[in-house]
């Protein structure tokens, strides 16, 4: 189940949000468990037994490591065991295959691996549950003794799938108490709005254009349908990732939670560095809280800060998928950041910013080939037509095409990756008042009722994130 659906818009989260809201305060963190594990259920009838196994076996060593913590080498061995398990169901699923075909390619073997589909939101709530052991085993956090409490952190469904990823630090004294009132019940349904208008209105329509074009024999394309096409894939991504993430921290504060903001107007940008503090904030922060500064982080002078850095972003490009693409995708913003760090950063300050912003847009447009094609040949093949190598010239029929039907809709993606919206809803509900009062509510039922109407002649309606 998506939350950019019908049947999860007009069924599941009304009955939800009623069931929730009648229920005792101290029912309600099982009321959220028992929806979220139908939530995952939906499309997941088998994998849900994973999910399940997964929180019971860190609820339980995370109660071994609070009962031995004076016996250090039972607590370690308890700490390691969970560590390996959690990575471990996390690799069979998401990298064996990969491994295989790989030692296949290298030690011209014949070794099988079963072909079984990724669990949605592995990658997700692996991460949740391995901070959660880490965590306690640091004494970082109080063991959590209520299973229906801790079962709601590890599946609770706005955030199940697609993250952001929730330390459990952040929230564990909402899952004991939080305020439920009308206020953030309505901040709440603002911003999901927002994210469903993002993702089915802006993401959902530019996406059409990156999916002709992937389509289209590269040797089929020029110059500019390549560049449109991948500037398509840019701002798809980034409405279809943000307006998730926006949908899921609008639906936590429904509910009482607050989540991190996971992006924050990357686009905006003026260096790589910049940017990767920007988008998927939450995955960013736990690489570097539990990878980047154990390893010393930049305490340990400049060489080790590096190597740090590169381990962090192999691993980054790893987490992202079984695939050559993405650890080269990984190590080439890692190479960027890397640069910036030893000399870059100082020459883009000296610049105009408009000279900083064109040069992030640029490696990042470029890292999305990377990204999204399927393999590193495909990729290298769409950086030559990109650079007026092969294809068919600079222009052709097909691109003015579809720059002519695409150039209102990309404008508006453009402003709106900015903070000019955002800012402009404010000063109207603040400085006009009785008017504000009136358009902003008045806007936001005109995006429910426009994605509403766009999802009930659907077609076309992915999430890109749910593949990781």
Same mark, same amino acid.
């Given at each position: 189940m998506?939350?950019?659906?019908?049947?999860?818009?007009?069924?599941?989260?009304?009955v939800?949000?009623?069931?929730? !809201?009648?229920?005792p *305060?101290? #029912?309600?963190?099982?009321?959220?468990?028992i929806?979220?594990?139908?939530?995952?259920a939906w499309?997941?009838? =088998?994998?849900i037994?994973?999910?399940?196994?997964?929180?019971v076996?860190?609820y339980v060593n995370?109660?071994l490591?609070? %009962?031995?913590?004076? *016996?250090?080498?039972?607590?370690?061995a308890?700490?390691?065991?969970?560590?390996?398990g /959690?990575?471990?169901?996390?690799?069979?699923?998401?990298?064996a295959g990969?491994v295989?075909?790989n030692?296949?390619q290298?030690?011209?073997?014949n070794? &099988?691996a079963?072909?079984?589909?990724?669990p949605v939101g592995?990658?997700? $709530?692996?991460?949740?549950t391995?901070?959660y052991?880490?965590d306690v !085993?640091?004494? %970082?956090?109080?063991?959590q003794?209520?299973?229906?409490?801790?079962?709601?952190?590890v599946t609770?469904?706005?955030?199940?799938?697609?993250?952001?990823i929730?330390?459990?630090?952040?929230i564990?004294r909402?899952l004991?108490?939080?305020?439920?009132?009308?206020?953030?019940?309505?901040?709440?349904a603002?911003?999901?709005i927002?994210g469903?208008?993002? %993702?089915? =209105?802006?993401?959902? +329509?530019?996406g059409?254009?990156w999916?002709s074009v %992937?389509?289209?024999?590269?040797e089929q394309?020029?110059?500019l349908?390549?560049w449109?096409?991948?500037?398509?894939?840019?701002l798809?991504?980034?409405?279809?990732f943000s307006g998730y993430?926006d949908?899921?921290?609008? =639906?936590?504060?429904?509910f009482g939670?607050d989540?991190?903001?996971?992006?924050?107007?990357p $686009?905006i /940008?003026? /260096?790589?560095?910049e940017?990767?503090?920007?988008? &998927?904030? /939450?995955?960013?922060?736990?690489?570097?809280? !539990?990878?980047? @500064?154990p390893?010393?982080g930049?305490?340990?002078?400049?060489?080790k800060?590096? *190597?740090?850095?590169?381990i962090?972003?192999f691993l980054?490009?790893?987490? &992202?998928g079984?695939?050559? +693409?993405?650890?080269v995708w990984?190590? $080439?913003f890692g190479?960027?950041?890397?640069?910036e760090?030893? =000399?870059?950063?100082r020459?883009?300050?000296r610049?105009?910013?408009?000279?900083? &912003?064109?040069?992030?847009?640029?490696?990042?447009?470029f890292?999305w080939?990377?990204?999204e094609m399927?393999?590193?040949?495909?990729?290298?093949r769409?950086?030559?037509?990109?650079l007026? @190598?092969?294809?068919q010239?600079?222009?052709d029929?097909?691109a003015?095409?579809?720059?002519?039907t695409?150039?209102?809709?990309?404008?508006?993606?453009a402003?709106c990756a900015?903070?000019?919206?955002?800012? #402009?809803?404010? !000063?109207?509900?603040?400085?006009?008042?009785?008017?504000?009062m009136?358009?902003v509510?008045?806007?936001?039922?005109?995006?429910?009722t426009l994605?509403?109407?766009?999802?009930v002649?659907?077609?076309?309606?992915?999430f890109?994130?749910?593949?990781?």
């Amino acid at each position: 189940m998506v939350f950019s659906s019908l049947i999860f818009l007009f069924l599941f989260l009304p009955v939800t949000v009623l069931i929730y !809201y009648v229920s005792p *305060r101290k #029912l309600r963190n099982a009321v959220l468990l028992i929806a979220s594990l139908i939530f995952y259920a939906w499309g997941e009838p =088998l994998y849900i037994l994973i999910m399940i196994f997964s929180t019971v076996f860190d609820y339980v060593n995370g109660l071994l490591i609070d %009962k031995y913590r004076y *016996r250090k080498p039972i607590a370690r061995a308890v700490f390691i065991g969970s560590m390996v398990g /959690s990575l471990g169901i996390l690799g069979f699923f998401k990298y064996a295959g990969f491994v295989v075909d790989n030692l296949n390619q290298l030690l011209h073997l014949n070794l &099988h691996a079963a072909d079984l589909p990724l669990p949605v939101g592995i990658s997700f $709530y692996t991460f949740q549950t391995m901070s959660y052991v880490i965590d306690v !085993y640091l004494d %970082k956090v109080p063991v959590q003794r209520n299973f229906v409490s801790f079962g709601a952190y590890v599946t609770m469904f706005p955030q199940l799938v697609a993250g952001p990823i929730v330390k459990y630090g952040d929230i564990a004294r909402q899952l004991d108490s939080r305020k439920v009132t009308l206020d953030r019940f309505g901040e709440g349904a603002e911003l999901f709005i927002r994210g469903l208008a993002k %993702k089915v =209105l802006l993401a959902n +329509n530019i996406g059409w254009l990156w999916t002709s074009v %992937k389509a289209t024999p590269l040797e089929q394309l020029s110059v500019l349908s390549a560049w449109l096409g991948i500037i398509a894939f840019t701002l798809q991504i980034y409405f279809d990732f943000s307006g998730y993430s926006d949908m899921a921290r609008g =639906l936590g504060k429904m509910f009482g939670f607050d989540f991190m903001e996971n992006f924050r107007y990357p $686009y905006i /940008s003026k /260096s790589v560095t910049e940017f990767w503090r920007r988008w &998927h904030i /939450s995955l960013g922060m736990w690489f570097r809280e !539990y990878v980047y @500064i154990p390893l010393g982080g930049n305490r340990s002078g400049l060489r080790k800060q590096l *190597r740090n850095l590169l381990i962090v972003w192999f691993l980054t490009g790893l987490w &992202h998928g079984a695939s050559w +693409n993405f650890i080269v995708w990984g190590l $080439y913003f890692g190479f960027f950041v890397m640069v910036e760090k030893l =000399l870059l950063l100082r020459w883009l300050e000296r610049r105009p910013a408009y000279v900083a &912003h064109i040069y992030t847009l640029l490696v990042l447009i470029f890292g999305w080939v990377l990204f999204e094609m399927d393999t590193l040949a495909s990729a290298g093949r769409f950086f030559s037509v990109m650079l007026g @190598i092969g294809g068919q010239g600079l222009v052709d029929q097909q691109a003015l095409y579809a720059l002519s039907t695409n150039a209102i809709l990309l404008v508006v993606l453009a402003f709106c990756a900015t903070p000019f919206p955002a800012k #402009l809803l404010s !000063y109207v509900r603040e400085k006009w008042r009785i008017a504000g009062m009136i358009t902003v509510p008045f806007l936001y039922i005109l995006f429910m009722t426009l994605s509403t109407a766009y999802l009930v002649n659907a077609t076309y309606n992915p999430f890109l994130y749910f593949r990781f």
